[in-house]
């Protein structure tokens, strides 16, 4: 159950910061390395409550 938890938080979480990155009044650019950085430290993230790492 706390694994459950851990990945419907990070999932939250993820989808909230992505969703103020776009409203972030800076260049597509940006945005975009921006929203690589988070997917990637969310998959991170998300692998490491499985037990991956």
Request: proline content about 4%; overall charge positive.
């Amino acid at each position: 159950m706390s694994a459950t938890i851990s990945i419907l938080v990070t999932i939250l979480f993820v989808g909230v910061v992505l969703y103020l990155v776009q409203k972030l009044p800076i260049g597509p650019t940006m945005k975009q390395r921006a929203q690589f950085v988070i997917l990637i430290a969310g998959m991170v993230s998300l692998l490491g409550s499985l037990g991956v790492f």
